[in-house]
């Protein structure tokens, strides 16, 4: 099948991320207070607040072919986080990596570096895609670091784009071209080879 149709299980030295399952609901929801990520007014992993009603919509999203929500489990073999391709649309070869989130007890461990050179290469290498976009709200000041640091150039913020229980919310949104996913890639390798340092 279709790379945009089959979902992959991706696997690195210190992740794999794998399709989601609705067995990894309690897992998610202890991944989530780990760190207290529910609290985070500014990130989507508030929803896992209620759980049932977040597996739902994560779920559809994928049946309706416009996500592929993957588990990230770690090396110990704990399920630590969720990561996903998002608003996907094959005409035009862009999606986005979104909807992500780490326990704090993993941030900055390479996880993420890795995870997100997993996905990139799936993207641009098996996919196919022009665009790769990943999103942040205007709050989230570390997200952009973070995401800065990857090497995704700022596109531009997006004015109150949504509204998020009451709270107009301004989106960043950057993006990696298909021209530059050379260079992307060699940068992910080198912070990944700084054992430690990573994001």
Known sequence: MSAWLD???LVGRHVTLRPLASDDRDALVAAAADGALTDLFFTNVSGLADPDAFMAATFRERDFGRAMPFAVIAADARLVGL???????????????????YARSVQRTGINTEAK??????????????????RTDWFNKRSQTAIERLGAKRDGVLRNHQVIDGRIRDIVVYSIIAGEWAGVK?????????HGEEQ
Request: one cysteine or more.
């Open 186 to 194: 060699q940068n992910l390798r080198y912070l990944l080879s700084r």
């Open 117 to 134: 050179l997993l996905l990139l290469t799936q993207a641009f290498e098996a996919m196919d895609c022009n665009v790769v976009q990943i």
């Open 83 to 101: 990561t996903r391709f998002m608003r996907m649309n094959q005409n035009h070869r862009r999606l986005e990596i979104g909807g992500t989130f």
């Open 7 to 9: 979902q992959p299980t």
